[in-house]
């Protein structure tokens, strides 16, 4: 029998229980060759039964990530116990769960220190010498109709931003960054500051742009093979808007050339990131025509055969993002191979699925002859393998895609078997639990397609439960009613009533439930679970990393996230070519979706929900979001790791973590505390949800963002240290004084002159 239950709002997770927590794997400082796998057991460490700090910072000094730390960031501060305040806790036979206001406790090491080396996939490991960094040049945003961070990995083309808009650039954030625009030159310039490989293809002077807030702008447009620049020299500052092309959906003509009316006459470009941007041309200029044509051709470079701009940058940072994820590094840092899994190197040339990477973890007593009877079984050959294991109870979480069972029930005695032996694995549980993604209707109508879903009756011992996370066509309908109601106007009286409308929020419920659930059951639970949906490269990547990310304090750190979104998005083989639709110019494709950004947007809830437990901040979130559209960097260029290794993308393209990577003090979380032993348990209700408007409404000047907190909370963690700093100087100094008080006082030469007695 099947339970479709509804993925809202998740109560009774972590009971108190009695009893400890798993361990936290480490790994060998090297990785050893592929075969035999047989690499030395990891440690464990003895169960964890003290309390850790929620919301309360270090009072020692925060240091950048990176230093004295592992490849997972900084190891958080340490404090003497009687420095540390209890929070709310619950204490179970899995320790200590993390809720907002609660902690769960895992213990475990901190992780080994950065990858330099690359002991597996050479192509995709490859990347340019380390060399000194320069500055990163160009894009970045200073209207109200600018990108938040829009590529904040270049610096701003004016001295300062227009004071009708909206301060919502890098500069709220990075205050290196401001340094690096603070030349008189750069302000008098009307063209951009360009970056390396990026060339000027048109210019046109006296364009106005539509400003939906502050009214029209005359100035200059530029149009180059990277971006789109618009300079207005009329304002003190000058007013700048600047948006790299990638992130254009379309761009529409407005007007005719009889057109009456001003600023009836010109353009309509419609961007992937919520905003429209309109640009007003004299018609007997004769510019439109010009910029429209070039617009057409940069903008969209994979329909004109053109290159995306990712091969022409040529940035050189000190780090090379493309080694940050080694599949073998990252197995052998969960325990993997063991004597329940090993590795395999079946699909090293992409021939079991071309949309899985070279290297996968899979049950040991399955020999390879029999994984491709298993993967004709499933769609798009996508096995069930290893994500993740806890490190205690063996519980595992594999992912794969839908069987093929059909309208008839195919069954496969194959498949049958390797979920049997995924069970097996794990000695805590004689139980498995089948997460399928989609609404059981969905997967019932699957079966007229050769899909479907597992039978209770054919595969014994397991539990098949739906989480009712719609498809991607649903979701890319939500995205178009949430802008509707949030770009370039907010309809204050109805806001709560249109934003229900766009059922936005409740898809992102439904993803933080079911990922919930999936953590629930392996660390409450002891039991392995396997995640799906119809192909597993959408809601399935959601639902895995998210539940990594609750159960796994390695993922929290900006290192781990990176590795994180390589892993579970990147080698998985989530379509980001066809669900962002890079250099494509076909608008229109119901391939598109906004699937990473669900994601992304669930994970800014949970750092809403825990303030100290994440490494990394919202700017972190939102420049990964603005570099998904970009084209600037190669991290989510293609569709599969196959394509990217076909591309050369690791040799021929800079990786977006390569830029993070090099200032990481913009990304860090001034109040984080490493939670690495800890499993988040967050509230996935909507009353405990909220819209990201730091996101979404950006662009709008009337919804002022406030001073940016993290900042804030460097300045007041810097003056709570150096105040820290004076008293145990003071202390030592009362301590040093009452020392020599003393030895003054028992010295002899110290003794007073007697007093003679006259008699």
Not at 705 to 719: F, M, S
Request: charged share 25%; with cysteine.
């Amino acid at each position: 029998m099947h339970r479709g239950e509804e993925g809202g709002t998740v109560t009774g997770f972590g009971q108190a229980t009695e009893g400890g927590s798993s361990p936290i794997l480490t790994h060998p400082a090297e990785t050893p060759p592929l075969p035999p796998f047989s690499p030395p057991s990891p440690p464990f460490f003895p169960r964890c039964h003290t309390t850790a700090p929620l919301a309360t910072p270090s009072h020692e000094p925060i240091p950048r990530v990176g230093e004295g730390c592992g490849a997972g960031g900084r190891a958080g501060p340490s404090r003497p116990a009687s420095a540390r305040p209890s929070p709310r806790s619950t204490t179970g036979r899995h320790g200590r769960f993390l809720r907002p206001g609660l902690t769960a406790a895992r213990p475990g090491a901190a992780p080994p220190p950065g990858m330099e080396e690359s002991s597996s996939c050479e192509s995709l490991g490859a990347g340019r010498p380390a060399a000194v960094v320069r500055p990163p040049s160009g894009d970045s945003l200073s209207s109200a109709s600018t990108s938040h961070s829009d590529h904040s990995v270049h610096t701003k083309s004016a001295s300062a931003v227009s004071s009708d808009s909206v301060s919502t650039s890098a500069d709220n954030f990075s205050p290196d960054l401001r340094v690096l625009r603070e030349t008189n030159k750069l302000a008098e310039m009307e063209e951009p500051p360009l970056l390396p490989g990026e060339t000027i293809k048109d210019m046109a002077k006296d364009v106005t742009y539509i400003c939906p807030f502050t009214g029209a702008i005359r100035g200059t447009l530029t149009v180059t093979n990277y971006r789109l620049y618009f300079k207005s020299m009329e304002r003190d500052p000058p007013f700048v808007l600047d948006a790299s092309l990638g992130v254009i959906n379309r761009v529409e003509k407005i007007g005719g050339a009889s057109s009456r009316g001003e600023n009836s006459y010109g353009l309509e470009i419609v961007c992937k990131d919520i905003r429209n941007l309109r640009f007003a041309h004299k018609p007997e200029g004769r510019t439109r025509r010009s910029i429209f044509e070039n617009l057409m051709k940069y903008a969209f470079p994979v329909s004109n055969n053109l290159p995306l701009f990712a091969f022409e940058y040529k940035e050189v940072f000190p780090e090379n993002g493309w080694k940050v994820y080694d599949p073998i590094w990252e197995y052998r840092r969960q325990g993997i191979p063991n004597e329940s899994w090993r590795l395999t190197k079946i699909n090293e040339r992409y021939e079991l699925c071309d949309t899985y990477p070279a290297i996968l973890a899979v049950p040991v007593n399955i020999p390879d002859e029999e994984l491709k009877r298993v993967a004709s079984f499933r769609s798009r050959g996508r096995i069930p393998v290893l994500s993740w294991i806890h490190p205690e109870s063996q519980a595992t979480i594999t992912r794969s895609s839908q069987p093929m069972v059909g309208v008839s029930g195919k069954r496969s005695k194959e498949d049958e078997k390797y979920l049997q032996a995924i069970m097996d694995s794990n000695a805590q549980s004689h139980k498995i639990f089948i997460f399928d993604a989609r609404p059981s209707v969905n997967a019932v109508a699957n079966k007229a397609k050769g899909g479907g879903y597992e039978s209770e009756d054919a595969y014994q011992n397991a539990e098949l439960v739906f989480l009712d996370i719609h498809n991607i066509h649903v979701m890319r309908e939500s995205l178009r009613k949430l802008k509707e109601i949030v770009y370039p106007n907010i309809e204050e009286t109805h806001w709560l009533s249109n934003l229900e409308s766009t059922h936005w929020l409740e898809h992102i419920k439904l993803i933080l439930a079911g990922a919930l659930r999936i953590a629930d059951k392996v660390e409450s639970g002891k039991t392995s679970v396997v995640v799906h949906c119809s192909d597993g490269w959408d809601r399935t990547a959601q639902l895995t990393s998210l539940s990594l990310l609750m159960l796994d304090g390695y993922y929290r750190t900006i290192r781990g996230f990176e590795v994180l979104v390589e892993k579970e998005w990147l080698s998985f083989g989530h379509r980001f070519q066809l669900r962002v639709g890079h250099g494509d110019k076909n608008h229109a494709d119901a391939d598109r979706s906004p699937v990473f950004l669900q994601f992304i947007d669930c994970v800014w809830q949970m750092t809403r929900q825990f303030p100290t437990a994440f490494e990394f901040n919202e700017y972190f979130l939102i420049t990964i979001l603005d570099h998904l559209y970009s084209c600037l960097f190669g991290t989510f260029l293609c569709s599969s790791e196959q394509q990217r290794v076909k591309e050369g993308l690791p040799k021929k393209t800079v990786s977006l973590w390569s830029y993070i990577n090099s200032q990481l003090e913009d990304f860090t979380n001034p109040l984080y505390v490493s939670y690495s032993n800890h499993v988040l348990y967050p509230v996935a209700s909507m009353r405990h949800l909220e819209l990201w408007v730091g996101y979404y409404i950006r662009w709008n000047p009337r919804m002022k963002p406030q001073e940016p907190v993290h900042n804030r909370y460097k300045e007041l963690l810097a003056k709570r240290a150096e105040l820290q700093k004076k008293v145990e100087e003071l202390q030592r100094e009362i301590t040093n004084r009452s020392t020599s008080s003393s030895e003054r006082a028992g010295s002899p030469a110290q003794c007073g002159t007697p007093v003679q007695t006259v008699v």
